[in-house]
């Protein structure tokens, strides 16, 4: 099937309000150009150099979702162009997202990056550091970023109860979350899911999933 066909067959089994972010690193910008021509508009990269490589090269309203491990040392290189980043997974981090878009005069929408997953290689925030930083006031007072949700990935496993249980923790921090910190309307996203596991995610409650490889095939590496 072609990208447009793939986009087209998950668009279709996403229920309403759950968004698709077609996550396109390693691919080349013709087949970016492909989903945009069928419609697409969210993209999800994992490193900065990509992200800004690629934006002058495609049409300027693709929303750039940053989806990887974010450096604070390279904040600064995707300030321009980036919509969302997915992957604030430090108090230290968002500081230095909202000192870089002080710095350029923009603001910029942030997800705190929750680890529920067994695997020690994947960043984010534990449920009790982020709690504890949201008690502490370290998530508030920040004028040019907006803390618009969560993200997490599972456990890359096949037992599905154990995905189903970690996405289901996820939603209950971001449902805790939303009642006692942030009330405001636009935190409004849980973001989560991927090409293997995005229907366990939606029915856990996602409002984002991030699809690639069943949207544009193997990575070019």
């Known amino acids: 099937m072609s990208i447009g066909e793939n986009i087209s067959k998950i668009t279709s089994q996403l229920p309403e ?3 698709l972010v077609a996550v ?30 690629k934006h002058p090269q495609l ?13 604070t040392n390279k904040v600064r290189m995707i300030m321009p ?5 997915e992957s604030i997974d430090s108090v230290k981090l968002l500081k230095t997202v909202e000192k870089e878009a002080a710095r350029i005069g923009r603001s910029v929408d942030v997800l ?9 290689t994947k960043s984010g925030f534990s449920i009790e550091e982020l709690l504890n930083a949201a008690t502490q006031g370290q998530l508030e007072g920040y004028d040019h970023v907006r ?21 289901g923790m996820v939603r209950h921090t971001y449902d805790l979350l939303k009642k006692e910190f942030f009330t405001y309307p636009e935190f409004k996203d849980v973001s989560m899911g ?4 995005w229907k366990i995610a939606v029915d856990q409650g996602s409002t984002m999933v ?6 544009f095939g193997p990575r070019e590496y």
């Not at 049409?59 to 450096?71: K, R, S, T, V």
């Not at 803390?147 to 996405?167: L, Y």
């Not at 991030?210 to 949207?215: A, K």
């Open 112 to 120: 705190l990056q929750l680890h529920v997953a067994q695997e020690e």
């Open 24 to 53: 396109s690193k390693y691919h080349p910008v013709e087949k970016l150009q492909e989903a945009y021509d069928a419609g697409q508009r969210l993209f999800g990269e994992n490193h900065a150099q990509e992200m800004v490589k």
């Open 210 to 215: 991030r699809i690639g490889t069943d949207i």
């Open 17 to 19: 309000g759950v968004k």
């Open 147 to 167: 803390i618009t949700g969560v993200m997490a990935m599972a456990t890359n496993t096949p037992d599905v109860k154990q995905v189903a249980h970690e996405f």
């Open 194 to 197: 991927m090409s293997h596991d």
């Open 59 to 71: 049409p300027p309203d693709i929303e750039w979702h940053m989806i990887g491990h974010l450096q």
């Open 81 to 85: 162009v980036v919509t969302l980043i």
